[in-house]
């Protein structure tokens, strides 16, 4: 069974682009689950996206936006963005029901703002 | 005070050990436990995933919750080189639309 993907592995964009990073979920799984791990620091709760609908939100600016598609697969957006935006951003899908169910990872997109 | 708390390490042991790994929080409302492991340049890939408090024994993997102290471990046996990588507790509160909260994190290395 494939796991869950995201592309592209790496992304440099200049500071005031924009960024954006695709996510598909285990077949079956219709969360999707989005984080930011910076340099040193712990995985940050960005997005949860369910049924096509966002269910939950980090504390992120509004600059951070994604949706969901029918085919449950998600898009993760990062406007103007800045210097401090550069992580690994981590897409995580599961059956639902976040607080209760697991959550498998993908490899991750390697974003540097230059 | 962070809702989870980890000591980021590093923790260096010789091969075999047994190794210790352990966050506390603060939410008495978390039920659901969880520990990644993630190796360097990847995403983190689910160990143990225990509810409420008690132990979990998986192969070399115990998973032990204390809810009573709010302090969680997880403990390797005969610790392996391929034992080194980072980390992570996580928990939730249990209820549909929480969000799981992970540790930042401790970086172990088996040394052979």
């Known amino acids: 069974e494939a796991g869950v993907t995201q592309s592209p592995t790496h992304l440099i964009k200049t500071r005031g682009q924009q960024a954006t990073l695709r996510c598909s979920p285990i077949?079956?799984?219709?969360?999707v689950y989005w984080y930011q791990q910076a340099l040193g620091l712990g995985l940050q709760f960005l997005l949860w996206?369910?049924?096509?609908?966002?269910?939950n939100r980090g504390n992120f600016p509004p600059r951070f936006s994604g949706r969901q598609f029918p085919n449950y697969s998600s898009e993760l957006n990062v406007n103007a963005l800045e210097l401090e935006d550069s992580a690994l951003y981590l897409c995580?899908?599961?059956?639902?029901?976040?607080?209760?169910?697991?959550?498998?990872f993908g490899p991750g997109t390697r974003l540097t703002v230059l | 005070q962070k809702e989870v708390e980890q000591d980021p390490g590093p923790l260096s042991v010789p091969e075999g050990a047994i190794v210790s790994l352990n966050c506390t929080y603060s939410n008495s409302a978390f039920q659901y436990f969880m520990w990644y492991r993630q190796y360097s340049r990847k995403g983190p890939e689910l160990l143990m995933y225990t509810y409420s408090s008690g132990n979990k024994e998986d192969g070399r993997f115990t998973a032990q919750v204390d809810k009573s102290s709010k302090y969680i471990s997880l403990f390797i046996r005969d610790s392996q080189p391929s034992d080194s990588a980072t980390y992570l507790c996580?928990?939730?509160?249990?209820?549909?639309?929480?969000?799981?909260?992970f540790g930042p994190g401790t970086s172990l290395s088996v040394i052979p």
């Open positions: 996580a928990m939730s509160g249990g209820t549909s639309y929480d969000k799981v909260i």
């Open positions: 996206y369910d049924e096509g609908e966002e269910r």
């Open positions: 995580a899908s599961s059956f639902g029901l976040a607080g209760t169910d697991t959550q498998y």
């Open positions: 077949s079956g799984h219709t969360s």
